[in-house]
């Protein structure tokens, strides 16, 4: 282990993905480490131990995902949590009754959820801006300023934030950054790079991978604030089991190699569907005509796996709600499901399905209309994915 750890810093992105949190194991010399499924941990006498006492507080399986975590996001520690709400959750249980919360009015909706009907009756503060700018998170920022809360790219509309602009604001104020960054992941984004205090990740979307566990972690590079997560970590306990970190943990492995896919293809669908007949626009990042484009090539290596397109309304039965749901029953290749950031493609109509929740009004304001359609861009083979999508896009 010591050997390994101290050679981290020397090693590119892929190799800590796959070596960091996996050394073999030094009982057996297994080149993957065992799965630990252990509630408790048997001591030779009262207090003496091998480091853990009781699996909420400590699991090695847990402890080799969160080191491997904080290798990939430049942290000094992870806290892995058993979802991305409960990691959410344990940001905002490091605040104080009375302290404001500044965040961006289109984060992710169970972030929302948590500040407005979970954590204000607990006493906090969130105010939210409308804008994305730099200077409208600097109006906001005042001296009960504790916490300033972002995601970038954004979901759906994929508008990206300043990161290192809007930390500066947020220090200048002496509160912390938490920088959501399940859209883009450390493969294409590093927020504590650019002065983010907390990272948080649903591990769930691409971390994972492959859609099959539900998980969420927190990464930090300053000690005290990781000290108090893992005391909140521990003390309100939602905690993954260890097979869910190992899936996780199994899929991080592969990290570095999936996103390069999933932006490749996701770069060449967008340029594909751009200027179709049937779409009044195609969202993407990397693409020129995105506004937030030279932002994106700043602070990331690559424009994601997600792509977004709005049906233009022309008129009736063809009009854009219509057109969005008859193409969103005609894929094959594609599946329609909530979530993303799987190895599979999906669609998802964000107005009927994830973002339900959000009156129609305001909905509508941010642009998340009925004619669009988010694409989880998966990692199949390129060609299979745009003749789908023609098809669909036939039938709407
Ligand atoms: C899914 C998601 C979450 C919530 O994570 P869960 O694992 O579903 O609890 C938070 N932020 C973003 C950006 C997400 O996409």
């Known amino acids: 282990m010591g050997e390994h750890q101290s050679r981290n810093p020397e090693w590119g992105f892929a190799t800590r993905a796959i070596h960091v949190g996996q050394e073999p194991d030094p009982v057996t010399g297994a080149t993957v480490p065992p799965i630990h499924p252990t509630s408790t941990y ?9 480091g853990y006492e009781y699996s909420r507080s400590g699991n090695p399986t847990r402890v080799g995902l969160e080191r491997c975590l904080a290798a990939l996001e430049g942290g000094a520690r992870g806290a892995a949590f058993a979802s ?63 916490l300033v809360w972002l995601e ?35 493969a294409l984004q590093l927020p504590i ?13 691409y971390i994972g991978g492959h859609s099959d566990v539900i998980g969420g972690a927190v990464i930090t590079r300053d000690e005290p604030l990781m000290e108090r997560l893992a005391f909140l970590q521990n003390a309100m306990g939602g905690v993954p089991g260890p097979f869910d970190c190992f899936l996780q943990h199994r899929g991080i492995k592969t990290l570095a190699i999936r996103m390069e ?17 049937k779409l009044a626009r195609v969202v993407y990042p990397f693409l020129e005509d995105h506004p937030d484009n030279a932002l994106a090539k700043k602070q990331m290596c690559g424009g994601g796996g997600i792509v977004t397109i709005v049906f233009k309304d022309r008129g ?36 009927i399905m994830t973002h339900a929740s959000i009156p129609k009004e305001v909905r509508e304001s ?7 359609v988010r694409l989880s861009v998966g990692i199949e083979d390129v060609v299979d994915l745009l003749a789908d999508l023609e098809q669909a896009l036939d039938k709407a």
């Open 152 to 186: 970038s790219p954004t979901n759906p509309l994929l508008r990206c934030l300043d990161i290192a602009a809007i930390a500066e604001h947020t220090h200048r104020a002496g509160a912390k950054l938490a920088v959501d960054n399940t859209f883009a992941t450390p």
């Open 261 to 277: 896919r999933h932006c490749a293809n996701a770069l060449a669908i967008a340029r594909h569907l751009k200027g179709h007949a």
């Open 84 to 146: 991305g709400s409960a990691a959410t959750a344990a940001v905002f249980a490091t605040l104080s009754p009375g302290d404001k919360v500044v965040a961006y009015s289109d984060v992710y909706g169970g972030t929302f959820r948590l500040l407005k009907r979970v954590f204000e009756g607990f006493g906090l503060v969130p105010v939210f801006t409308d804008e994305t700018s730099p200077a409208a998170f600097a109006r906001l920022i005042d001296s009960r300023t504790k």
């Open 193 to 205: 790079a650019l002065g983010a205090d907390y990272v948080v990740h649903s591990t769930t979307k």
């Open 366 to 372: 941010r642009g998340i209309t009925d004619g669009l």
């Open 316 to 351: 009736g039965d063809r009009g854009d709600r219509a057109s969005a749901l008859r193409f969103c029953e005609s894929v094959r290749v594609f599946s329609l499901a909530e979530s993303l950031g799987g190895v599979e493609s999906l669609v998802n109509h964000p107005a």
């Open 42 to 50: 048997t001591q030779a006498s009262p207090g003496k131990h091998k």
